[in-house]
C-alpha cells in the first residue's frame, strides 16, 4: 500500500513539476524522482537505458541507476564498461543511448554531433602526512615525484627525506583520473599500491614520508591536502576549473534521448541524483 | 581379528535370529555388527544422509575445479600459458596490456619459503617443548595460548603487522616504508606457528612409549631422545603440520595484502611486492572483462600450484613414512 501511495505521490509530483515547479519540492528525494520526459504523466515509464563507457565512472553510474531504478521500477539500466571511447563510439553507432566518458569530449567526437552533458567532477587531491612541511607542488613536481624522476622531499622543497610515493592498483577509476590530468599513463612508479582510498589515507597519515592522491570526497583532517600549481582543491576551485587534477564525468548522447534515457539523466540531474554523487566522493554540477 | 569378528556375527545371529535357523551365519537376518540385511528404513535414511555429507565435500572439490579451469583456461590460452606464467610486466590496464604474473609467483613462493624457514624451527622447538619438556600446569598456559594464536581472524594479523612490523622493519633497515617482502614473511611466519605446533604436538605424543623408553634405557639424554628418537618417529605428523603450514602461507590473503606493499616488483626482501593471492584481491573490483579474466587466471594457477604442492608433499611424507617404518 505504502508502495503505491509512493507512487502515487511521485507521479502526481512528477505532474506539478512538468507544469514548471522547482524540483526542490519534493523532500523526500530518494523515492520520488524527475521524470520530466514527455509523456502522459501518470503512467509508468517502462523499457531500458543503454550505457556504457567508463570503468572509472562504473560505481557512480551504477548507483544512480539503483536510486533511479527505485522511483522507476520498470525501466532497468545497463551499465556496460570498456572504456571512455568505447562509450562514445557505441552513442555514435547506436548501441547504447548514453555514453559514460570520464574527459571531455574530442573535437573529433564533437563533430559527430554529440551532446555533451557533464554530470559529475572528479576532483583529486595530493595528500600527505601532516607533518610534511611542503604546502604546494606544481604539476610537474608531481610527474616527476610519480614517475620516479624525483625521490627525496628536499628536492621539492621539504625535509631531506625519501618520497614515499603511494598509488591504487591498475583499473582504479582515481588512480586513471590521476594519471590522465598529469599525462604520465603507465609511466607510475610506486613504493605501495593499495586498493582502498581509505588504505591510501591510513598509509600517508601514518608515514611522514609518503605521498598518495584521493577522491577530494574523502579527504579529512588525518591528512594534509596539498596545493597544486597555488590552487587549494575544494569544490569551487574544481567547478572553476582553477584546480589542475580533475576531470569532468560526462554523459554523452547523441540527438533527441528515448523517453527513459531522458528521465534517467534529468535525475542524475536532480538535487537527488547528485546527492549520490557527492556520497561517492565526486564534485556535484550544481 | 577377521576370525574375532565372525565368531561375533555368529553369537549375536544365534540370539537375534530366527529359532529355527540357529548356528547358521548364513541365514542370520538381524545381525547387529555387519548390519547386512537388517536395514530398517530409518538406518537406510541415515545412510543415504551420510552419503551425501560425505558427497558434499568431494562434490565441492569437484565443482571449485570445474569452476576454476572453465574460468581461468581462457584468459591463459588467450595470453599463452608461457607469456602469462613467465612474464615480467603486468599492465592490464595499458593501452597495450601485459599479463605476466612471474614476479607474483616468485613473490609467493619467497614469502612461503621464508615463513616456512623461520616459523616451521620455530614451530617444532615449541612443540617439543610442550609435549616433552613442559611442566604440566606450564604447558596447559602455553597451549592455551596457542589456541588463541590460531582463532585470531587474519586480518587482525594483517593489523598487527601494518601497526607494528611495518614500521619496526623501517625503522631497523632504515627504509622510508617498511611494507616489503620481510614483512609479510614475519606475518606469514607467525600465523603458521599455530597449525605446525599443535599437529607436531599430537604426532610427537602419540610416538610408542616404549621408544622414548627403550632411548633413554641405552643411555642416552632426554635431549639426545627428542632429537634421535622422537623427533624422528613424529616425523610423519610433523611434515603433515609443515604442509598445513605452507598450504595456510600460500593462501593468506588478508594479511599479506596489509603489509606487502602490493606493487608488482620482481621479490626483494626490503621491496614492496605482490604475491599471486593479493594480486587477485587487489583489482578485482574495478577490473574489465578480460582483466577480470586474467585474475581468474592467477586464481587457477594458485589453485593448481597448491594442488601440486600437496600432491608432492603427500608422496613425500609417505615415501619418508614407509622408510621409517
Keep these: 500500500m505504502k508502495k503505491m501511495l509512493a507512487g502515487i505521490l511521485s507521479a502526481v509530483l512528477c505532474l506539478a513539476m512538468f507544469a514548471g515547479c522547482t524540483p526542490s519540492l519534493d523532500d523526500n528525494s530518494s523515492s520520488g524522482s524527475s521524470a520530466g520526459s514527455g509523456s502522459a504523466a501518470g503512467s509508468k515509464l517502462k523499457g531500458e537505458v543503454k550505457t556504457s563507457g567508463s570503468t572509472s565512472m562504473e560505481s557512480v553510474v551504477k548507483a544512480l541507476a539503483e536510486a533511479f531504478k527505485e522511483a522507476e521500477p520498470d525501466v532497468s539500466v545497463d551499465v556496460q564498461l570498456g572504456g571512455s571511447s568505447a562509450g562514445v563510439s557505441n552513442v555514435i553507432d547506436g548501441i547504447s543511448d548514453l555514453g559514460n566518458a570520464s574527459r571531455a569530449l574530442k573535437d573529433e567526437e564533437k563533430a559527430e554531433g554529440l551532446t555533451e552533458n557533464i554530470i559529475a567532477y572528479d576532483g583529486i587531491a595530493m595528500v600527505v602526512n601532516p607533518s ?155 | ?34 548390519g547386512k540385511k537388517s536395514k530398517t528404513p530409518f538406518t537406510r535414511v541415515m545412510e543415504a544422509i551420510f552419503f551425501i555429507c560425505a558427497c558434499v565435500a568431494v562434490l565441492c572439490v569437484c565443482l571449485i575445479t570445474f569452476y576454476m579451469v572453465s574460468t581461468g583456461a581462457p584468459a591463459i590460452a588467450e595470453i599463452g600459458l608461457f607469456d602469462f606464467l613467465l612474464g615480467k610486466v603486468w599492465a592490464p590496464t595499458a593501452s597495450d596490456p601485459q599479463f605476466g604474473i612471474l614476479p607474483m609467483v616468485l613473490s609467493s613462493i619467497l614469502a612461503t619459503l621464508g615463513a616456512i624457514v623461520i616459523g616451521v624451527p620455530i614451530g617444532i622447538l615449541a612443540s617439543v617443548f610442550l609435549a616433552e619438556i613442559a611442566p604440566k600446569r606450564v604447558a ?11 582463532g585470531i581472524p587474519s586480518v587482525i594479523y594483517g593489523l598487527i603487522g601494518m601497526l607494528i612490523i611495518v614500521p619496526a622493519v623501517a625503522k631497523i633497515f632504515n627504509v622510508p616504508l617498511g611494507m616489503n ?115 581468474f587466471a592467477i586464481g587457477l594457477i594458485l589453485f593448481v600450484f597448491i594442488m601440486v604442492l600437496n600432491i608432492l608433499l603427500n608422496t613425500v611424507l609417505k615415501k619418508m613414512g614407509e622408510k621409517y617404518e
Design chain 2, 1 to 34: 581379528m577377521k576370525v574375532v569378528q565372525n565368531r561375533m556375527e555368529n553369537k549375536l545371529a544365534v540370539h537375534t535370529g530366527p529359532a529355527t535357523g540357529a548356528g547358521k551365519p548364513a541365514r542370520a537376518k538381524n545381525s547387529l555388527v555387519t
Design chain 2, 181 to 295: 617482502l620481510l614483512s609479510a614473511t614475519l606475518v606469514l611466519a607467525v600465523m603458521i606457528l599455530p597449525t605446525i605446533i599443535s599437529v607436531s604436538e599430537t604426532a610427537l605424543k602419540s610416538v610408542p612409549r616404549k621408544y622414548k623408553e627403550a632411548s633413554l634405557a641405552c643411555g642416552a639424554t632426554h635431549i639426545q631422545t627428542i632429537f634421535k628418537v622422537m623427533l624422528p618417529a613424529a616425523r610423519s605428523g610433523i611434515m603433515t603440520g609443515v604442509v598445513l603450514g605452507i598450504g595456510r602461507a600460500v593462501g593468506e590473503t588478508m594479511a599479506v595484502i596489509m603489509v606487502a606493499g602490493n606493487v608488482v616488483n620482481m621479490p626483494k626482501l626490503l621491496g614492496s611486492v605482490r604475491l599471486m593471492t593479493t594480486g587477485i584481491v587487489m583489482e578485482m573490483s574495478y577490473a574489465g572483462a578480460f582483466h577480470k579474466q586474467a585474475l
Design chain 2, 140 to 150: 596447559k598456559v602455553v597451549r592455551a595460548g596457542i589456541e588463541v594464536l590460531a
Design chain 1, 132 to 286: 610534511n612541511g611542503v604546502e604546494n607542488l606544481t604539476k610537474e613536481q608531481l610527474v616527476k615525484i610519480y614517475t620516479g624522476e624525483v625521490t627525496n622531499w628536499k628536492d621539492v622543497g621539504g625535509a631531506d627525506k625519501q618520497i614515499v610515493v603511494v598509488g591504487r592498483e591498475a583499473g582504479s577509476g582515481t588512480r586513471d583520473g590521476f594519471e590522465e590530468a598529469l599525462g604520465i599513463k603507465e609511466k607510475t612508479k610506486h613504493a605501495s599500491e593499495q586498493n582502498e582510498t581509505g588504505l591510501v589515507k591510513n598509509l600517508v597519515a601514518t608515514n611522514d614520508s609518503a605521498i598518495g592522491y584521493i577522491s577530494l570526497g574523502y579527504a579529512d583532517d588525518s591528512v594534509k591536502m596539498l596545493q597544486v600549481e597555488g590552487v587549494t582543491p575544494t569544490e569551487e576551485t574544481v567547478k572553476d576549473k582553477s584546480y589542475p587534477i580533475q576531470r569532468p564525468f560526462v554523459m554523452v548522447s547523441k540527438g533527441a534521448l528515448n523517453t527513459q534515457a531522458q528521465a534517467f539523466l534529468d535525475f542524475i540531474l536532480s538535487d537527488a541524483g547528485q546527492k549520490i554523487v557527492v556520497q561517492k566522493g565526486f564534485v556535484s554540477v550544481k
